[in-house]
């Protein structure tokens, strides 16, 4: 009866309660096993805890099943603690040995996490086929539509554009899209009989994924009578001055009589049969100064000549997780810009919404702040504003969230700092990016370390600066 109320109590995601509960047992491997459980499965992981107990249980148990379990759980883990290794060594002998079908797969689609972010995306692509009929399913489950997604992500890591869009479209089975309740018929094909009509777009994945789709609607313009989009509020008035739609809207504001067909944004890759780079040429996203509040046009002004620099350093939190190839610990706390020495010669102003944007203001850097960062710190988060600023700076330097995509669908100079294997879009070895030509990369040297990456971030700024001088610089006429 015990053992059933703490497995309920983990059921219902009510780990303290379970681990209240467990106190009273006396030691066992049951006791260490769910103990071990809570702690890896809590809102906030305590890896540690959780390695501690599934790594004492190695050797003690006797049912071959629990035996691949504890070590799965044992790799997520080490995982979690950023010990890539440790956790890819504990999964090896699971893609052979682990018997029960779904145990198998959970190994498979753990160790391509681990893969993605060691940069041996074509090393798990060749274990998978090897895997043969693994996650053939017909009808397909969530866990095979998952591996296919995942498999879509490594062609994109590889450069296979061509196989990567169709396995990406399992991406609403897999549960990493929510798929919208509409009535209309979803677009299946850039054919005749499919087109001329009123097409909706649907944002369908993170913001810097749909600014990034953006870049494909000009190829789809011609094909239809109108072209709408349905995104985030945030996104609302700048998708509405980029002139790339007839329409915006938020999904409690529409009309659906208004349309004929739907797709998803991130899906017209997959229509188009996207194959290479060169196919998409970006087109630059303009905002009149009519969209542009008056305190950011007075930005150069303030400058006082010093070079403007604006800066974001963290992207949203609930995206990460140790399944979101790529993204995971793309973010870094704003003390790490204080080694960028050559930042106290600009001038600055802080890009960064949420939370995590009160982190500037206990940095020597903060007084090398503009005084109109206030406004921008008053007004909700909004990608026009933010736009808005970004047009008036010289330089924007970020991490790897929507800002980035943002910068780069403007057409400013942006500096993204990386992780050592970020998220495809990026690349993984070049210091500049084929989809934006505006950005420059800075990539971590070490895993999880930002030190060297922000050190070649201050070198390039301090040239910057000197090529900046020395433009404006002009020599006087001597009258000889």
Sequence with gaps: MSECSVLHLIEQGEYDAALDLLETWPNSTSRTFYRAT???????????????????????????????????????????????VQALLALVPLLKGYHSNGGTRLAYQN????????????HWLACCRKAGDLFHDRPLDQQAAQFR???????????????????????????????PSLALPRLRSLMVHDTGGRLLLYGDQGLGDILFSFRFVPLVRDLFRSISLICPPSLVAFSKVCGLFDDVFVVDQLDEELFDVWSPINSLPCLLDVSSISEVPLQQIQISNDSIPEWCQSLKVSSLSRPLVALNWHGGSDKESLFSAGIRE????????????????????????????????????????????????????????????????????????????????????TWVVLKCHPYWQWGDTSEFNSWYPSVRCFRQKKP?????????????????????????????????
């Design 38 to 84: 809570c702690h890896l499965s809590k809102p906030c992981p305590d890896y540690v805890l959780a390695e501690s107990g599934f790594s004492s249980l190695l050797g003690l148990v006797d049912d071959l099943e629990l035996q691949k379990l504890v070590r799965l759980r044992l790799a997520i883990s080490f995982h979690g603690q950023n010990r890539l």
């Design 448 to 480: 999880f370390e930002w030190g060297g990456a922000m050190e070649n971030l201050d070198a390039a700024l301090r040239e910057h600066l000197l090529a900046s001088v020395q433009t404006k610089f002009t020599p006087p006429v001597l009258d000889l």
């Design 330 to 413: 793309r973010s870094f706390p704003f003390g790490e810009y204080e080694a960028v020495s050559a930042l106290s010669d600009c001038s600055l102003l802080s890009v960064q919404v949420g939370h995590t944007a009160r982190q500037a203001i206990d940095s020597h850097l903060s007084k090398h702040f503009l005084p109109q960062q206030y406004y921008f710190d008053q007004e909700p988060a909004d990608f026009l504003l933010t736009a808005s600023v970004l047009k008036q700076v010289d330089l924007l330097i970020t991490n790897d969230t929507s800002v980035a995509h943002l910068g780069g669908v403007l057409g400013v100079p």
């Design 149 to 179: 997604y995942q498999r879509g992500l490594a062609y994109l890591m590889t450069g296979q554009f061509e196989k990567a869009w169709s396995d990406l479209e399992y991406r609403f089975q897999a549960g990493c899209a929510v798929e």
């Design 111 to 122: 160790y391509g996490n681990l893969c993605f972010e060691m940069g041996l995306a074509h």
